[in-house]
């Protein structure tokens, strides 16, 4: 059984910083479930560019608003109580509103090693063992 918390991760070196974000990584590959799982603050009033091509990810709305655009022109609103998912590695942006802070819950497959953060193509790289 594997037990951790917030809090301990986020006093670690599983927490990652960048510009719009901070993520805590609680959950990674070396943990071997098949998945990660993480914690992620997009920062108030950020516009971040994401295109996971490496990786699926579905993302859970806990607190804050904002907006997702799809490159394709679509605008998705979301607010605490919102999944969405991106099953075909959909290029985006990622909008927080200026209010308050965005706090996600992420999962990632395949599993990210928890070094990764996003290159000028919001893409995070593929790691392999």
């Not at 490496?54 to 904002?66: A, D, F, K, Q, T």
């Not at 959909?90 to 992420?106: G, P, T, W």
């Amino acid at each position: 059984m594997i037990v951790r918390t917030l809090e301990e991760c986020r006093n670690s070196e599983r927490r990652v910083v960048a510009d719009t974000w901070e993520s805590v990584r609680m959950l990674l590959r070396d943990d071997k479930m098949g998945f990660s799982f993480h914690i992620t603050n997009i920062y108030a009033g950020t516009d971040t560019h994401i295109h996971y091509q490496n990786h699926l990810e579905s993302v859970y709305c806990i607190s804050g608003e904002g907006e997702i655009e799809v490159v394709n022109g679509e605008t998705y609103p979301i607010k605490p109580g919102t999944l969405y998912i991106l099953d075909k590695h959909d290029e985006h942006q990622l909008r927080a509103y200026k209010e308050a802070d965005m706090v996600m819950a992420c999962v990632f497959n395949p599993p990210i090693t928890g070094a990764e953060t996003h290159d000028e193509n919001g893409v995070y790289p593929l790691i392999e063992e």
